[in-house]
């Protein structure tokens, strides 16, 4: 066991090494982001907002989308139903909208999910005239200038979209939201300036005539995820996908720790079906990260009940915690930059997105086996089971 532990150790202190400089390489790339100019590319360009039940500032939230400074957009909510308790609140926000504001109801979904299907339903009678398409969420809260910024690098047709990240703040000082809010931060940093990204539902960019050239809503008409299965069309078809960190969102989050697992495991299963090599990377090394830290912590003890030397084990288990979190101060540190109004909030709360994040791969990892054990997964109380990244059935709406 011993022998075991020293070869896992090293390696996770070489692994926790390379992704230190890699957080290093995030936090240089997202100030040259963040301090460049978005210029005055404005196409007409359509904002979807696939909307469904009451969440912490909603009305807030979807008012953030009728206040960007491109001059040239029109919003387009759309809800399954009128029978949706966000729909008064997104017909408010459209009536008091400064760009012009559509609210369209979908209807029921069939074999898809319904985000999917209320997205769908609004592309295939989007006026021809709209040069690009802009994905949001009503949970996320972007900046004023954040639809010019994901919109400017597509002038650039070599561009095949541009995406971001979302970045969780607690709402309460509970510890589910604070779990919630660490398990995300380490996502924003999956993406970077020249891997291979993946687009993210809740900001993503892409010009109109290449998203209907690479086939999406053929592929939606039986998928749950529409980032995942946009991401799949953009790599078939050769095209790359551009991360922005200047345009993170923000969303304010409450969570307890039913919902909490909702929501990691949802995210996980998804992974796993419509994109098993980044599943298959994440479970492997988040549970040698974990064997890692209870090996250390098992022999570390097992020394000072023996009265036996303790510093080497005990070392050797830290280390690889500290490069963790060297590396969750630097993705910190990049993200206020960005998020400078709300700076003094986010470092208040620094110890969820240092210190908490050291504990987060065991919550990983439980959301990894989950993932092993069902097809099943609940979203906005509509359960789904994912066949396959081609067919998606719906149990219970």
């Not at 020293?6 to 790339?29: D, E, F, K």
């Not at 687009?199 to 892409?206: D, P, T, V, Y």
């Not at 086996?369 to 709406?397: C, D, F, G, H, M």
Request: with cysteine.
């Amino acid at each position: 066991m011993e022998t075991a532990f020293y070869v896992l150790s090293i390696l996770q202190i070489a692994l926790g090494l390379y992704l230190l400089l890699q957080g290093l390489q995030w936090m240089y790339y997202t100030r040259r982001r963040n301090a460049s100019d978005a210029g005055f590319y404005a196409p007409r360009t359509a904002v979807l907002c696939s909307c469904k039940g009451l969440e912490p500032g909603l009305e807030r939230n979807l008012t953030t989308l009728t206040e960007f400074d491109h001059q040239n957009y029109e919003i387009f909510f759309v809800l399954a139903s009128e029978a949706d308790p966000a729909y008064s609140i997104v017909k408010r926000v459209a009536a008091g909208s400064r760009p012009k504001a559509h609210v369209l109801i979908a209807g029921t979904p069939v074999d898809c999910g319904e985000k999917v299907n209320n997205l769908r339903f609004v592309i295939e009678q989007l006026p021809p005239d709209f040069e690009f398409l802009a994905f949001t969420d009503s949970d996320g809260r972007p900046g004023k200038s954040w639809l010019k910024r994901m919109v400017a690098p597509l002038s650039d047709s070599r561009v095949g979209a541009t995406t971001t990240m979302r970045w969780l703040i607690p709402n309460r000082s509970d510890l589910p939201s604070a779990l919630l809010a660490a398990w995300n931060a380490p996502v924003a940093t999956m993406l970077t300036e020249k891997g291979k990204n993946f687009c993210w539902g809740g900001g993503s960019a892409i010009r109109r005539s290449l998203f209907d050239q690479i086939g999406v809503l053929e592929d939606w008409k039986s998928s749950v995820s529409d980032d995942y299965s946009l991401t799949r069309a953009l790599h078939h078809a050769g095209r790359s996908i551009m991360f922005l960190p200047d345009c993170l969102v923000v969303s304010y989050v409450e969570a307890t720790f039913a919902s909490l697992l909702e929501f990691t495991n949802r995210q996980i299963l998804i992974t796993r079906v419509y994109s098993e090599q980044m599943w298959a990377f994440g479970f492997a090394t988040h549970t040698l990260y974990c064997l890692t830290l209870l090996l250390g912590i098992g022999l570390t003890l097992g020394d000072l009940a023996a009265g036996l030397p303790a510093f080497h084990h005990a070392m050797l288990t830290f280390l690889p915690v500290l490069l963790g979190m060297m590396r969750s101060s630097l993705r910190l540190a990049a993200v206020t930059e960005v998020l400078s109004s709300l700076r003094s909030q986010i470092m208040g709360q620094a110890w969820i997105y240092i210190v908490l994040t050291v504990v987060i791969p065991f919550l990983y990892v439980a959301n990894f086996i989950t993932s092993l054990i069902t097809r099943k997964i609940r979203w906005r109380t509509i359960t789904y089971e994912l066949v396959s990244p081609t067919q998606t059935r719906i149990l219970a709406n």
